[in-house]
Nanobody, 121 residues
């Protein structure tokens, strides 16, 4: 079983920055895709950014140029650097990892518990 623990959320003023982190622990052979999602009140969860093991990444259009996703494969950790934050970025942010379990040798997909990001003056 793979567990994800997120950190770094909080309250920030418009135009400010935050850095989210998500670290995995458990029986991991390989993590292929690491991603960040968010869910605002009354809205569906959406993909914000994802990154593959080789480093290629993609972003949701509204965050391009403002958010940067990165990963540390040795630590099984993903980061989301968020700059120029806007009130519409307010949401609960979740990380998601998918890969191969070291225990079963089969694919896994795990979610973090979520961290609140609030952008407000």
């Amino acid at each position: 079983q793979v567990q994800l623990v997120e950190s770094g959320g909080g309250l920030v003023q418009p135009g400010g920055s935050l850095r989210l982190s998500c670290a995995a622990s458990g029986s991991i052979f390989r993590v292929d895709t690491m991603g960040w999602y968010r869910q605002a009140p009354g809205k569906q969860r959406e993909l914000v950014a994802s990154i593959l093991s080789g480093g290629s990444s993609n972003y949701e259009d509204s965050v391009k140029g403002r958010f940067t996703i990165s990963r540390d494969n040795a630590k099984n950790t993903v980061y989301l650097q968020m700059t120029s934050l806007k009130p519409e970025d307010t949401a609960v942010y979740y990380c998601r990892f998918s890969g191969i379990s070291a225990y079963t040798g089969t694919p896994f997909a795990s979610w973090g518990q979520g961290t609140q990001v609030t952008v407000s003056s």
